[in-house]
């Protein structure tokens, strides 16, 4: 079955770093885009980011263009979000998911927490 | 950014009840339109796609519909299992965007 891990989230402080990792099992993971989908305490959910299944087109949401990377190892099942110039807006869980049809997310990770905090 | 304005905030109802949400779309987006179902502590959980279309294993109390930019997701008779928080989500562009959500309660 479909299974989504997220890990590498914690605490952190303003202006550091943090790189969360999505493993995937279950599918043939270099066949879909994946996503970074966030969602902060009592908040709807954030798209993030999205990067193809061959890596080569990549999406950023404007909040984070130019401090967040997404990025994929497809020989590892696994893809990345690496976060730099970390700010309190940046707290949230963070979820990977798969694109399926329709734009939809079907599968999603349990979410990892991102907390920055002096 | 596409916007997508989702209404009510909130809204209590009784098991039986018959409940309606709405998300008015900023601009025309065809029928690019899902709705999630979340629970506390869990990621969403995908109940229809593309405007109208029931994800397999979904029961069929739960309806999509759309009239131009409007869209809405009907519950024809809630269960206890349906108190939750709803969302939609728009993918004709990136980036893809969610309403502000409706937390469903028990009156």
């Known amino acids: 079955q479909v299974h989504l891990a997220e890990s590498g989230g914690g605490v952190v402080q303003p202006g550091r770093s943090l790189r969360l990792s999505c493993t995937a099992s279950?599918?043939?993971?270099?066949?879909?885009?994946m996503h970074w989908v966030r969602q902060a305490p009592g908040k709807a959910p954030d798209w993030v980011a999205v990067?193809?299944?061959?890596?080569?087109?990549?999406y950023y949401a404007e909040s984070v263009k130019g401090r967040f990377t997404i990025s994929r190892d497809n020989s590892k099942n696994t893809f990345y979000l690496q976060m730099n110039s970390l700010t309190s807006e940046d707290t949230a869980v963070y979820y990977c998911?798969?694109?399926?049809?329709?734009?939809?997310?079907?599968?999603w990770g349990q979410g990892t927490l991102v907390a920055v905090s002096s | 950014d596409i916007q997508m304005t989702q209404s009510p905030s909130s809204l209590s109802a009784s098991v039986g009840d018959r409940v309606t949400i709405t998300c008015q779309a900023s601009?025309?987006?065809?029928?690019?339109v899902n709705w999630y179902q979340q629970k506390a502590g869990k990621a969403p959980n995908l109940l229809i796609y593309?405007?109208?279309n029931l994800e397999p294993g979904v029961p069929s109390r739960f309806r999509g519909s759309r009239f131009g930019a409007e869209f809405t997701l009907t519950i024809s008779s809630l269960q206890p299992e349906d108190f939750a928080t709803y969302y939609c989500?728009?993918?004709?562009?990136?980036?893809?965007?969610f309403g502000q959500g409706t937390r469903l309660e028990i009156k």
């Open positions: 998911a798969r694109e399926d049809y329709s734009g939809s997310y079907v599968y």
């Open positions: 279950g599918f043939a993971f270099s066949d879909y885009a």
């Open positions: 990067i193809s299944y061959d890596g080569r087109n990549i």
């Open positions: 601009q025309d987006i065809t029928n690019s």
């Open positions: 593309e405007a109208y």
């Open positions: 989500q728009q993918y004709e562009n990136v980036p893809s965007t």
